[in-house]
């Protein structure tokens, strides 16, 4: 059974960073484009950003040049390298294969951004 749990969130003042991971146990996400998704209190979960095996990526428009996304295989983990962070970037983020799996969804890792 595949467990992901992701880390990193916190409260942090606008413009300021953080970098989010996200570990999964099992092999599984190594060989599975993976992504980061984030949902905000009372909206639904949005795709954030997109890595593939061969380490391609993609953003959402509302994050791009802003955070990056990486992997480790070798880990298993997939960052997320958040910068600039705006008021609008808060929400629970959390890391799934693209098309997610429902079996692998985690509890999240919450960012919060104020001042």
């Known amino acids: 059974q595949v467990q992901v749990v992701e880390s990193g969130g916190d409260l942090v003042q606008p413009g300021g960073s953080l970098r989010l991971s996200c570990a999964a146990s099992?092999?599984?996400?190594?060989?599975?484009?993976m992504a980061w998704y984030r949902q905000a209190a009372g909206k639904q979960r949005e795709l954030v950003a997109v890595?593939?095996?061969?380490?391609?990526?993609d953003y959402a428009h509302s994050v791009e040049g802003r955070f990056t996304i990486s992997r480790d295989n070798a880990k298993g983990t997939v960052y997320l390298q958040m910068n600039g962070i705006k008021p609008e970037d808060t929400a629970n983020y959390y890391c799934?294969?693209?098309?997610?799996?429902?079996?692998?969804w985690g509890q999240g890792t919450q960012v919060t951004v104020s001042s």
């Open positions: 799934n294969s693209l098309p997610a799996v429902a079996a692998y």
């Open positions: 099992g092999s599984i996400f190594r060989f599975s484009t």
């Open positions: 890595i593939t095996t061969g380490s391609s990526t």
